[in-house]
């Protein structure tokens, strides 16, 4: 029951009639809401809530009540994080805690519809093998263990399983350190930093460059740590997105730098495309003097950026291999770091896993993945729109065929498999009946947010942007092949669908019928007002 598990299902009952298909929802944690159940408290968005949670009901105007003592200086740290994600209007940035409340309440909604069950607190333990008798049954049984009681239901299954936990997030509070550690070390997950006192005599270890390594470091300073008392472990420099560009409103043709930098004359080999980005003014670096090798579509502010670059104790030494009584051993440092008087903070975890990409539609199973690069909520609903419009079961061959997953970017190179997929999907359901006209409304679409100036802009430029899409795709795919050695493997248009620059000729037409009827008028009121 997290946000992809939860957006599928809302997309699915929201696009088929009351007498459609029912669904159970089984987690093993007792209230919906997946990885922002068990997260950290200082927790915010990194991207505007407008695009995030599900179809049927807004995020950036979900209001409720939380009580904060101002007097007490870890409440009015953790206020101060919240406070200042809070106003960044229209660019919300909803804090953690109003998250997990909207997705009890996205719950709520779904139950009162009276086709979905929730079970908390019980356990998916698999598929039944089915007997002989009900081999060609329409039918598959599974056993699902209450982690209460420990009594086992089978649950029979009409249509498919959906798999919501391929890409489940990894959160340090319930996952276990990725390195040993001796009995008695002072080290934290990030869930409980919000506890400990911050003084001139406290040292932190931050372990871990990710988006939780960031929300720790903003959340020490906005408490008035001294940045030299912060140590911050970083395996791997990573490109960072620039929030400014994702305003709701305009967030959709800022994305088209991404093609706009691709066909730029600088950019002649794949390395030189990043410090392009970056001198456009979309992303950014913490050190200028090191070149990134990771892109994990984290996002800071500029005012972050600042504070982050404020930490000069960044220690580059690869992973921590193990932490003894005494010292922390890297991977690059046969020596090891001193942990006298530091506490250390583990923030590991990975929000959003690489895997391997696997068919969306199995013949019993759907197995919900990114469809759309860094965007697995709207992938699944997506997914699910596809389900409920497409619903004949040989047709998951062309659904598959239709909609390529897209493993999440971990090194730079993984941007060109998924900037390629993700364009492929984002023109493909534009011309899918049933899909593609609901997507442009879905709010879980950026381009959904576009105000007019933005559409104009769309509008007047669309032949051009469409070429350049074309052009962008076949120099990505170049780059495919310097960089991995081989062509992309899969059909970047697919027979029946029109490329980019077939859509353009079309565009091109209407763009000079409109303006010849433009004219048309514009001679018609200046003959009858003569």
């Known amino acids: 029951t997290g946000a992809s598990g939860l957006a599928f299902v809302d997309s699915m009952v929201g696009s088929t009639s009351h007498s459609g298909p029912t669904f159970v929802m089984v987690d093993k944690r007792l209230t919906p809401g997946g990885h922002w159940v068990d997260t ?245 670096r913490l050190d200028p003097k090191i070149t990134p090798t990771k892109w994990r579509c984290a996002t800071v502010s500029p005012d972050e950026l600042d504070d982050l670059r404020s930490i000069k104790n960044v220690i580059r030494q690869g992973r921590v291999l193990c932490v003894t009584p005494t010292s922390m051993n890297m991977e690059k440092d046969i020596h090891g770091l001193s942990i006298e008087n530091h506490i250390l903070v583990d923030c590991t975890s990975n929000g959003l896993p690489a895997k391997p990409v696997i068919p969306i539609f199995q013949e019993d199973k759907i197995v919900l993945q990114s469809l759309i690069m860094c965007q697995p909520i709207g992938s699944a609903a997506i997914i699910g729109r596809a389900e409920a419009v497409m619903k004949s079961e040989d047709r998951n061959v062309e659904k598959n065929s239709l909609f390529l997953p897209c493993s999440s970017p971990e090194m730079i190179r993984d941007f060109i498999p998924a900037m390629l997929r993700s364009l492929r999907t984002q023109l493909l359901i534009g011309s899918i009946k049933g899909v593609g006209s609901w997507w442009r409304r879905c709010r879980l679409n950026i381009e959904s947010h576009s105000d007019i100036k933005t559409n104009m802009k769309f509008m007047l430029r669309m032949h051009e942007i469409l070429i350049m899409m074309d052009n962008g795709s076949k120099k990505l795919q170049k780059f495919h092949v310097e960089e991995f050695g081989k062509f992309v493997d899969f059909e970047m248009w697919p027979e029946g669908f029109q490329t980019p620059s077939e859509i353009a000729r079309v565009v091109r037409i209407y763009q000079v019928f409109v303006l010849c009827v433009l004219v048309g008028l514009i001679v018609i009121l200046m003959i009858t007002s003569a």
């Not at 740590?225 to 620039?242: E, G």
């Open 40 to 284: 950290y408290p200082f927790v915010t968005l990194h991207a505007p809530a407008h695009y995030y949670g599900v179809p049927s009901k807004k995020l950036e105007s979900f209001q409720d009540i939380v009580a904060v003592d101002i007097e007490d200086p870890v409440q009015s740290g953790l206020q101060k994080v919240n406070t200042s994600a809070m106003t960044h209007s229209p660019s919300e940035l909803a804090p953690g805690y109003r998250v997990a409340n909207y997705f009890k309440e996205v719950m709520v909604d779904l139950e009162q519809s009276g086709r979905v069950r929730h079970w908390g607190g019980r356990e998916y333990l698999g598929k039944i093998e089915k007997s002989t008798s009900e081999r060609h049954s329409g039918f598959s049984r599974h056993n699902v263990r209450d982690l209460l009681t420990n009594k086992v239901f089978v649950v029979i299954v009409r249509k498919k399983v959906v798999d919501a936990t391929y890409l489940e997030a990894s959160i340090p509070s319930v996952s276990k350190c990725k390195f040993p550690v001796s009995p008695g070390v002072n080290i934290i997950p990030v869930n409980t930093l919000f506890t400990k006192k911050v003084n001139g005599k406290t040292n932190f270890t931050i372990i871990g460059a990710g988006k939780t390594g960031i929300d720790a470091i903003l959340f020490l300073l906005a408490r008035g740590l001294d940045p030299d008392k912060i140590r911050w472990i970083m395996p791997n420099d990573a490109w960072l997105l620039n929030r400014e560009n994702m305003d709701p409103t305009s967030a959709s043709y800022n994305d088209l730098v991404y093609f706009e930098a691709l066909l730029s004359n600088s950019v002649d080999t794949f390395s030189s495309y990043f410090p392009e980005l970056e001198r456009r003014g979309h992303i950014s």
